[in-house]
C-alpha cells in the first residue's frame, strides 16, 4: 500500500524555523516527482511546492519563494521541508502529495499524507 | 500564475440529485486540470485527472468535461457519502493553482 506519512509541525514563533518530512513507503519513491500543498485553518488548498525525481528541479509559490526550500532524499525515501522566516500567515496543515503523470501530461496528485499542522503564533 | 475561479462556492441538494460545479482557467490549459474531494479533517482524494479520466476506485457517477478554459465536475445521483468539498487544480505550468472550493451541503 502507497503511504505518505509527515511529521515535524508544530508551535513555532513568527521568524522562527520548522522542518517537516515526509515518509514514502510502499512504492519506488525515486520515480516520482513530489508536492507539498498546505490548507489553512476553514481555507482551500494552497500548492506550496514542487521537486523533480532527481531533486535537481525544485518550484515555489510566490508566497513562500526565498523562506521555503524543498528537497529528498531518494536513499531514505524522505521528502522535506525546510520553512525559514515564519510568518503568521504560513499557519496551516501542510501536506505531501506524489505526482502522477501520463502520457499525455496530464499529472495529478496521488495519494496525500494525513497532513501536519504547523501554527506560526508568539 | 493562472487563476483558477470555481463556482459556486456552495450548494445544496438531496441526495439522487445531479450536481455540477465548473472551474474557469484565466487561460487556456490543455488537459492538465484534475478534481479532488476532500471530507471534513482529512486529506484531498483525486477523483479526475486530465479533465474526464477517472482515477482508479471513483465511482462512475463522477464525471469530467470541457477544454480550454471552461471545465466542470458532474455528479450524477449524488449519495450520502460525496457530501463533501470539491477543488479543481491546475497542472498546466507552476505555480499549480486551485480553485476556491465548492462545498456541497445536505438540502
Known amino acids: 500500500e502507497v503511504q505518505l506519512l509527515e511529521s515535524g509541525g508544530g508551535l513555532v514563533q513568527p521568524g522562527g524555523s520548522l522542518r517537516l518530512s515526509c515518509a514514502a513507503s510502499g512504492y519506488t519513491f525515486s520515480s516520482y516527482a513530489m508536492s507539498w500543498v498546505r490548507q489553512a485553518p476553514a481555507k482551500g488548498l494552497e500548492w506550496v511546492s514542487a521537486?523533480?525525481?532527481?531533486?535537481?528541479?525544485?518550484y515555489y509559490a510566490d508566497s513562500v519563494k526565498g523562506r521555503f526550500t524543498i528537497s529528498r532524499d531518494n536513499s531514505k525515501n524522505t521528502l522535506y521541508l525546510q520553512m525559514d522566516s515564519l510568518r503568521a500567515e504560513d499557519t496551516a496543515v501542510y501536506y505531501c502529495a506524489r505526482e502522477g503523470i501520463v502520457a499525455s501530461g496530464a499529472e495529478w496528485f496521488d495519494p496525500w499524507g494525513q497532513g501536519t499542522l504547523v501554527t506560526v503564533s508568539s | 500564475a493562472i487563476q483558477m475561479t470555481q463556482s459556486p462556492s456552495s450548494l445544496s441538494a438531496s441526495v439522487g440529485d445531479r450536481v455540477t460545479i465548473t472551474c474557469r482557467a484565466s487561460?487556456?490549459?490543455?488537459?492538465?486540470l484534475g478534481w479532488y474531494q476532500q471530507k471534513p479533517g482529512k486529506a484531498p482524494k483525486l477523483l479526475i485527472y486530465?479533465?474526464?479520466s477517472l482515477q482508479t476506485g471513483v465511482p462512475s457517477r463522477f464525471s469530467g468535461s470541457g477544454s480550454g478554459t471552461d471545465f466542470t465536475l458532474t455528479i450524477n445521483s449524488l449519495q450520502p457519502e460525496d457530501f463533501a468539498t470539491y477543488y479543481c487544480l491546475q497542472d498546466y505550468n507552476y505555480p499549480w493553482t486551485f480553485g476556491q472550493g465548492t462545498k456541497v451541503e445536505i438540502k
Open positions: 521537486i523533480s525525481i532527481s531533486g535537481g528541479s525544485t
Open positions: 486530465g479533465i474526464s
Open positions: 487561460r487556456g490549459i490543455r488537459n492538465d
